[in-house]
């Protein structure tokens, strides 16, 4: 069972957004915590009242002004707002167009590279394995980056002939891993491997002898529920305005899966390869070099 969620309370929301209606001396504390959320998060309150030059009864004041029950309060719901990571608050130098057109080229690079360079091919082709032989594939992916990709999935298997279908709601995700048998695949994915629901379903799908190929960070909790761990490799840097390049990871494991399933199946693939081509031709026209989809 999941743990019980707790109401949800950002303390630097609070903060910036009721900062206008505290007095003069509150207004201090303001700006000495968003200056430095990691230092106010763990500074005594003596600390923080020198550094503010307020008394300790002033900054009890304004904790009770930005929501919080007390002081200490106000400094635990500080710390779990510093736990985010500094780059998330901290004020970041303006970077030139150009300047991050190329860093965001060379990100999508070197996670290409280095998840390529962790991969090993008999896990891959175990899951082609798992999928060539399973009675139906359902896919699941939650969020941003994983339901695009649990789609993209979907699409590389489907025109192989195979059956599969991808779910994004967990409510019905967990219905239809109650309904999997031992001949069955569920293909997770999360970048993470942390996301509660996914984890369940899981379990579920395993409970009734479902294989699970996972395709998910090492060591998470998803990897040690697969019975085929294609791991993706994620490191996230500071420069938190572009899109994660993690995605591009997850889309190489992708591209890798479906070819290895294709050449298992080689000449039948090439058959509906063929098909869908045709297919499209006749219906879009174009030359022949076109791709299959569009």
Same mark, same amino acid.
């Given at each position: ?6 109401a ?13 209606? @505290? ?10 915590? @968003? ?83 962790r991969?090993?091919?008999a ?25 695009m ?20 709601d967990?409510?019905l ?8 048998t031992?001949?069955d ?13 996914? @984890? ?8 009734y ?13 998803l ?5 085929v ?17 993690s ?8 591209d ?9 199946r ?19 026209g ?9």
């Amino acid at each position: 069972m999941r743990k019980n969620m707790t109401a949800l309370f950002d303390i630097v929301y609070h903060i910036r957004s009721n900062r206008d209606r @505290l007095s003069a001396t509150e207004q201090k504390i303001a700006d000495i915590i @968003l200056d430095d959320i990691a230092f106010a998060a763990a500074a005594s309150i003596d600390q923080l009242a020198t550094k503010a030059s307020v008394s300790i009864a002033t900054i009890s004041r304004f904790a009770k002004a930005v929501g919080c029950e007390d002081i200490r309060d106000l400094k635990l719901k500080l710390a779990q707002a510093s736990a985010v990571g500094t780059r998330f608050l901290a004020d970041v130098p303006v970077v030139e167009e150009s300047a991050f057109y190329a860093r965001i080229c060379s990100e999508v690079e070197s996670t290409l590279r280095a998840n390529l360079a962790r991969f090993v091919e008999a896990d891959f082709r175990a899951g082609a394995n798992a999928l060539n032989s399973a009675r139906l594939i359902y896919v699941g992916g939650m969020g941003g980056g994983s339901t695009m990709l649990a789609d993209e999935v979907q699409y590389r298997i489907a025109r192989l002939g195979l059956p599969v279908t991808a779910y994004h709601d967990p409510v019905l995700l967990r219905m239809l891993a109650a309904t999997l048998t031992e001949k069955d695949v569920l293909v997770l994915l999360s970048v993470t491997g942390v996301t509660p629901e996914l @984890l369940e379903v899981a379990d579920i799908a395993r409970e009734y002898g479902a294989q699970i190929i996972a395709m998910t960070a090492p060591q998470s909790p998803l990897a040690e529920k697969a019975n085929v761990l294609l791991p993706v490799m994620t490191e996230e840097t500071d420069f938190i305005f572009k899109p994660s390049a993690s995605r591009y990871g997850v889309l190489l494991a992708v591209d890798i899966l479906a070819t290895e399933l294709a050449l298992l199946r080689k000449q039948e693939s090439k058959e509906l390869l063929r098909r869908v081509k045709f297919a499209l031709d006749e219906y879009r026209g174009g030359d022949n070099r076109l791709p299959l989809g569009d």
